[in-house]
């Protein structure tokens, strides 16, 4: 919606400045998005006076002239024929820009004569097209900002335009007075009165009117038009075409003018027939489907079957409430007119609109819903201005059908709308806001104004008030706790702890994934889903029917489409919800890492290798510890089907399973498209036992000040056995002594075999022993030793290799 500061102070008396204004306007959701004032560029120009003006002595069309400025006298080399001694002019000094000729000014020389500036023209200066000389001006002093001047002496070149964003809303913003009443229920001034003429019928219109009964209901409930005839179709005058090309819109006609400047200025559009194009009545009616329509912007479009039109008898002669056609439309020769003003049910308009891809100004407004009420007065006023620009006599109204009965009441509640506010709004004050609207208020009933279709509730009151009163006054205030003190923790222990697991991977180097909870049948049914239980009714793609069983297929389809671009090496992780059931609670929490590709980047070095199961293994072992999770647990191999059955582990306390970690299975790997190798581990969160000790605590860190003793066993054992049952073995023999077991050595194959014996390997372990209240001696190591040899024989049915 854009619109001038003079056309806006037509209908609002106000002192306010331009910021002012903006700034409200912006306040009272009106977005300002552009502002165009002509001032702004004009700044740098001063009035100046020529003293002296000769003939170029190397120029015959050049004239040296001596100017008075503010700065002192000064030589100016122009051009123009009517540079001569004792006008005042417009003087751009060196470094001025000039925005006709796009040209900043320096100190140059014309055919040898030094010039200090120019004396601009019209054009120069982008005031009009004028350029046949330099501006002279009847008034003004040597010195004084032609801004100021144009201000008070051509206060139509210096009327600044503005754009502002209109929300679908509020259509009765989408003309100045609707947005001056806005700014004087805010207060920067008051809004004129806008008296209704009464036009008496000189004569009965020749063009009458009919609505089809189909469309009274539905569609154009009103519709109402008058002849003036003996009117003078000629060029619009200097104020009316300064407004549209102000907003953008070329002046055609002065009776096509009249009808754009009461679209933007009064929010209601019109339309003028040509009488003499016109034949029989004008019926509103569905079209039937098929009928072509030469529309004013010189296409020619085919209706569809209920698409309203407004046919004579020789056809379709506009698109009701969207566009005139040309066929009768108004021309210089134009003599009689028909002036049209109607009510157009929005919804019809705007499917009419887009089904034809026509957009207009009159449909913009119309789909938005006009006044319904100011059907009539619209065309009143309309008709006194084509007779006081146009002339001629006008006839008795042609109508049918009539306006709208917008009708409704809500009650204002002023502590209601202070509690959902938050500010002290007094009640008067509420009820003037509500009148300076537009509202009838009857006691506590507020009944809104025939131009806010908007306005559908009690809320709706409440936000009037506000968006009046300024929310931007609106201080804010802590609330009021309920409990003294400390506040308490808000968070579950689930959720703090689904918290940790998220930083902890992400510190390990992960990338965090978030996917959609739906997957498709296919990979869900990898993962132990897929059944009818976890079918989405009405998935939103056909890639998204069912829940997922697990976060892992969702982490490799980000992992595959990553490879398609050329990243091979990734670590991604994501924490969510998982579903193993349709019904509500079936559900669980797991965190999922994944690794794929190599462990680092390229170097000199050799340290690049392929992921592999230790990996995964160890940043699960991470995360559980930094959930709290036991040191001591068991590793068992009853892994789900897409794990790798020789390469994986499942981490638990007895029946309890934490974590999952390993080889991702290679079906699963070709299934999803993926370039291995791939490593991973999902964590059930909720699994991991929480501390049977609550404290808001960590507990004390526990050091000994006595020497740890490292002892060394390596074992002959079967080369099917697994070297975790060794490390168990070896940290059961005794607990309170024994800190840690690591293996730090493992010897297999034909050398191995060559040693030992067929089908033999070696497992060396390193066992840390840490006293706690003495010394060891040589009698106490030789004790532990033993019963480390002893438990990890029998638990694996080895030797001590000697």
């Not at 908007?454 to 009021?480: C, F, I």
């Not at 808001?696 to 020497?707: F, Y």
């Amino acid at each position: 919606m854009k619109f001038t500061l003079s056309w806006l102070k037509d209908h609002l008396e106000t002192s306010a400045s331009l910021d002012d204004i903006l700034y409200a306007l912006t306040d009272l959701g009106l977005e300002v998005e552009e502002v165009v004032n002509p001032l702004a560029k004009l700044a740098p120009f001063t009035l100046a006076k020529v003293i002296h003006a000769e003939k170029h002595p190397d120029a015959d069309k050049l004239r040296v002239c001596r100017v008075m400025t503010d700065e002192g006298e000064k030589q100016i080399v122009c051009g123009a024929p009517n540079a001569r001694e004792g006008i005042t002019v417009v003087l751009c000094k060196p470094g001025d820009y000039v925005p006709g000729i796009d040209v900043t000014l320096g100190v140059g020389k014309i055919r040898g004569v030094e010039s200090h500036g120019m004396m601009a023209s019209e054009r120069e200066l982008e005031l009009s097209d004028e350029h046949n000389g330099i501006i002279e001006l009847p008034s003004g002093e040597v010195g004084e900002k032609f801004a100021d001047w144009l201000a008070k002496n051509r206060p139509a070149l210096a009327d600044p335009m503005i754009h502002i964003k209109i929300t679908p809303n509020r259509p009765d913003a989408l003309g100045v007075r609707g947005v001056a009443r806005d700014l004087a229920a805010r207060g920067l001034g008051t809004l004129k009165p806008l008296p209704t003429p009464v036009i008496k019928g000189g004569f009965a219109s020749p063009v009458q009117v009919e609505i089809s009964a189909d469309l009274k209901a539905k569609g154009c409930p009103h519709f109402a038009g008058r002849t003036i005839r003996g009117v003078k179709n000629g060029t619009s005058p200097d104020w009316l075409q300064a407004r549209l090309k102000a907003i953008g819109l070329r002046p055609i006609s002065v009776l096509v003018d009249i009808t754009n400047y009461f679209t933007f200025g009064l929010n209601r559009p019109l339309h003028v027939f040509d009488v003499a194009k016109v034949q029989g009545k004008l019926r509103i009616h569905a079209a039937k489907g098929g009928e072509e329509f030469l529309a004013l912007d010189g296409k020619t479009y085919t209706l569809r079957a209920g698409q309203m039109a407004i046919s004579d008898d020789q056809g379709v002669e506009s698109l009701a409430g969207i566009m005139g056609g040309e066929l009768s439309g108004c021309t210089p020769e134009t003599t009689d007119v028909f002036l049209e003003s109607a009510y157009w049910d929005p919804i019809t308009i705007a499917a009419t609109g887009r089904a034809l891809k026509i957009n207009s100004d009159a449909r913009y407004r119309f789909e938005r819903g006009v006044d319904p009420a100011f059907t009539l007065p619209g065309l009143d006023l309309a008709t006194q201005m084509i007779l006081d620009l146009c002339g001629g006599e006008a006839s008795d109204l042609a109508e049918d059908g009539a306006p709208l009965d917008t009708t409704r009441a809500y009650q204002l509640k002023p502590a209601r709308v202070i509690s959902l506010v938050g500010m002290e709004i007094p009640e008067a004050d509420q009820r003037a806001t509500l009148t300076a609207l537009g509202f009838t208020l009857n006691g506590d009933m507020a009944t809104p104004p025939s131009w806010r279709p908007d306005v559908l509730g009690e809320a709706d009151l409440v936000e009037e008030v506000a968006r009046v009163a300024s929310l931007s006054k609106l201080e804010g205030k802590p609330m009021p706790r309920a409990i003294a003190g400390v506040p308490r923790p808000i968070l579950t222990p689930l959720q703090v702890r689904e918290r940790s697991a998220r930083r902890t991977i992400a510190a390990l180097g992960y990338n965090e994934c978030v996917t959609y909870s739906f997957i498709d049948q296919s990979a869900a049914s990898l993962f132990g889903g897929g059944t009818d239980a976890l079918r989405v009714d009405n998935p939103i793609s056909s890639e998204m029917t069912h829940m997922r069983p697990d976060l892992l297929p969702g982490l490799l389809r980000a992992a595959a489409r990553n490879q398609a671009r050329g990243f091979m090496d990734m670590a991604l992780f994501e924490v969510g919800p998982v579903f193993h059931g349709g019904e509500p609670g079936e559900q669980h929490l797991q965190a999922t890492g994944l690794l794929i590709g190599a462990n680092a980047p390229r170097d000199p070095h050799g340290a690049r290798r392929p992921v592999d199961v230790f990996d995964a293994k160890a940043d699960v072992e991470v995360v559980l510890a930094a959930l709290g999770a036991p040191a001591k647990v068991q590793i068992s191999r009853k892994v789900a089907s897409w794990w790798h059955p020789g390469r994986s582990g499942v981490i638990g306390l007895g029946p309890n399973t934490m974590a999952t970690f390993g080889e991702v299975h290679p079906k699963i790997l070709a299934a999803m498209d993926i370039k291995g190798p791939a490593v991973a581990f999902t964590l059930l969160v909720a699994n991991v036992p929480f501390p049977k000790v609550k404290t808001p605590t960590k507990p004390a860190l526990v050091l000994s000040d006595l020497q740890a003793v490292d002892r060394d066993f390596a074992f002959v054992v079967d080369a099917g056995v697994e070297a975790l049952t060794a490390v168990n073995a070896a940290a059961g023999a005794d607990k309170a002594l024994i800190d840690s077991v690591r293996i730090f050595d493992q010897f297999t194959g034909e050398k191995a075999e060559a040693q030992m014996g067929a089908g033999k390997k070696s497992i060396a372990l390193t066992v840390r022993l840490q006293p706690t209240d003495k010394t060891l001696t040589d009698a106490d190591i030789e004790a532990v030793s033993a019963k480390i040899i002893d438990k990890v024989s029998k638990a694996t049915g080895g030797t001590l290799r000697r």
